[in-house]
């Protein structure tokens, strides 16, 4: 099975199977792993509404392990990270949003897939983003951009001194 979705030299899926691989990945083991360990985003294709709440963990851990070896994702819509929403979602991400020896590309990608899947309980961690003064602005900004949508009134409020803030303060 292996030697009909993966191409023969790279350890990427072939374009033209992509769909039927996500679709076979859903009822053998073997293949999600090994879709999800060398092209994750695969995953996230037509399919991915069927995935498990485990398979949808070992996703997120995928894809954010990818960011963490700077390796570029292609995600196209906001709607296709709605799909990797789980009851354990806020323990998975939150250790990632709160490392701040983890890339900012891969930081950015969790505050991205929080706010997608709704995600609750991070409200805490992504203020603490969203108000620091040492993190990165484009990471306090889709921080922000997360409380606005996902926050609970409180937290919202509580960005108002970012509203005050002039371009070099911020």
Same mark, same amino acid.
């Given at each position: 099975?292996?030697s009909?979705?993966?191409?023969?030299?790279?350890?990427?899926?072939?374009?033209?199977?992509r769909?039927?691989?996500s679709?076979?990945?859903?009822r053998?083991e073997?293949?999600?792993?090994e879709i999800a360990?060398f092209?994750?985003e695969?995953l996230l294709?037509?399919?991915a509404?069927s995935l498990?709440?485990?398979?949808r963990?070992?996703l997120?851990d995928?894809?954010?392990?990818?960011?963490?070896?700077?390796?570029v994702?292609?995600? +196209?819509?906001?709607?296709?990270l +709605?799909?990797?929403?789980?009851?354990?979602l806020?323990?998975?991400l939150?250790p990632v949003?709160?490392?701040s020896?983890?890339s900012?590309?891969?930081?950015y990608?969790a505050?991205?897939?929080?706010?997608?899947?709704a995600?609750?309980g991070?409200?805490?961690?992504?203020?603490?983003?969203?108000?620091?003064d040492t993190e990165?602005?484009?990471? +306090?900004?889709i921080?922000?951009y997360?409380?606005a949508?996902i926050g609970?009134e409180e937290?919202r409020g509580?960005?108002?001194?970012?509203?005050q803030a002039?371009?070099?303060?911020?």
């Amino acid at each position: 099975l292996r030697s009909l979705v993966f191409h023969p030299r790279r350890r990427r899926v072939i374009p033209q199977v992509r769909e039927v691989a996500s679709w076979i990945a859903l009822r053998n083991e073997k293949l999600f792993a090994e879709i999800a360990e060398f092209d994750p985003e695969v995953l996230l294709g037509s399919a991915a509404p069927s995935l498990s709440n485990e398979q949808r963990r070992i996703l997120g851990d995928a894809l954010l392990r990818s960011c963490d070896q700077s390796e570029v994702l292609h995600i +196209r819509h906001h709607l296709e990270l +709605r799909h990797l929403a789980h009851p354990a979602l806020t323990e998975q991400l939150k250790p990632v949003l709160v490392d701040s020896e983890r890339s900012m590309a891969t930081r950015y990608f969790a505050v991205r897939i929080a706010r997608d899947c709704a995600a609750t309980g991070l409200g805490d961690t992504l203020l603490g983003i969203a108000l620091s003064d040492t993190e990165i602005h484009d990471l +306090r900004t889709i921080a922000s951009y997360a409380i606005a949508d996902i926050g609970s009134e409180e937290e919202r409020g509580q960005l108002r001194p970012r509203l005050q803030a002039t371009r070099e303060t911020d």
